[in-house]
């Protein structure tokens, strides 16, 4: 299943005023890349997919509809679930938005390596 063409653009409207920002397809889904680190993606399952601080996640946790992110049975630190109904909303997308963005403008600009 495709990700959710309606989340990813109110993932776009969020977005939009950040510098260095690219989207990607991937996984099924549609990461938008600040500086080349994923903030946040549409997933295929209606939900969203977010890069947090490994250090302040536990917080989120605590939010209905977010859990550790899994991928072939493993939690992977410092990436969120958010359940469908917890981007439900604009504001809560804009929530999310700035929380993945935050933690990513943290981390140091990804870089292209040069063809050889």
Known sequence: MPYDDELAERIRSAIAA???VTEKKMFGGLGFM??????IAAASDGGAMLRVDPESS??????PGVTPMEMRGRAMTGWLHLDPASVATDESVAAYVATGVAYVR????KGRVADL
């Open 18 to 20: 950040e510098p260095g």
């Open 34 to 39: 600040v500086d080349g680190h994923m903030a």
């Open 58 to 63: 536990a917080d989120l946790l605590a939010r």
């Open 106 to 109: 943290t981390l140091p600009p």
